[in-house]
Nanobody, 129 residues
Framework: QLQLVESGGGLVQPGGFLRLTCAASGFTLDGYAIGWFRQAPGKEREGVSCISTSGPRTSYADAVKGRFTVSRDNAKNSIYLEMKDLNPEDTAVYYC??????????????????????WGQGTQVTVSS
């Protein structure tokens, strides 16, 4: 069974750092584009970042550019989201999602959640003093 599990969330002070991990079981992430999304209370889910299967190439939402870094380690079957200079507006449940793109799209990754059929359960990130 294909599963994604996020970890690494928690409570951090403004300006702090967290590293989220998205681990896969039941399949190998190699060949899948991965997206990171977040949903804050009362707000719609938004795309945070994504990483393509080949390159790899990455994309970031404007709100996190320069602060968040996405990477993948196919040998460990994991994707990481490093988050620095966190602020209270980053408080949300963070989800990773996987999509297997056609070969012509291997150097791209979508930032829309509708493109991803496989989702993890999410991990809470709270930024507060």
């Amino acid at each position: 069974q294909l599963q994604l599990v996020e970890s690494g969330g928690g409570l951090v002070q403004p300006g702090g750092f967290l590293r989220l991990t998205c681990a896969a079981s039941g399949f190998t992430l190699d060949g899948y584009a991965i997206g990171w999304f977040r949903q804050a209370p009362g707000k719609e889910r938004e795309g945070v970042s994504c990483i393509s299967t080949s390159g790899p190439r990455t994309s970031y939402a404007d709100a996190v550019k320069g602060r968040f870094t996405v990477s993948r380690d196919n040998a460990k079957n994991s994707i990481y989201l490093e988050m620095k200079d966190l602020n209270p507006e980053d408080t949300a449940v963070y989800y990773c999602a996987a999509s297997r793109p056609p070969s012509l799209a291997q150097f791209t990754c979508p930032m829309s959640g509708r493109a991803y059929p496989y989702w993890g359960q999410g991990t809470q990130v709270t930024v507060s003093s």
